[in-house]
């Protein structure tokens, strides 16, 4: 019985609390070398990016991103300003809720086989 009730909070609470706690992240940004933008927020010169944008390109200066995620520009910001965690955390948030829940879901059926 106490094991039932704890392995139904425990298939709840740890996919929410793992999802929340990726999905606040801070996104890992990269200096925006040899190109002039503009920051997506506020308008002044831009010095930051995506690092996943920036890593193998940047000492050409050619910064790769997808067009349909930043349709208004460049994924750009200042230093006062940042890209949308929710966002750009959005994916790797629901597959650490999908790791999550299966790995209580795992260690449940486990331990019942075994009690």
């Not at 920051?39 to 193998?56: I, M, P, S, Y």
């Not at 910064?63 to 966002?87: E, F, L, M």
């Amino acid at each position: 019985m106490r094991l039932n009730l704890f392995a139904t909070i425990a298939l709840v609470a740890a996919p929410l609390l793992a999802f929340l706690v990726v999905l606040n992240r801070n996104v890992p940004l990269a200096p925006l070398e040899g190109i002039d933008a503009r920051c997506a927020v506020c308008g002044r010169k831009a010095t930051r990016t995506l690092k996943r944008a920036a890593d193998e390109l940047r000492t050409k200066g050619i910064y790769v991103y997808r067009r349909s995620d930043y349709p208004t520009g460049i994924p750009a910001w200042c230093d006062q300003h940042g890209p949308n965690k929710a966002r750009e955390n959005a994916t790797k948030a629901y597959l650490a809720a999908l790791f999550a829940f299966a790995l209580v879901g795992t260690a449940y059926e486990k331990a019942r086989g075994a009690g």
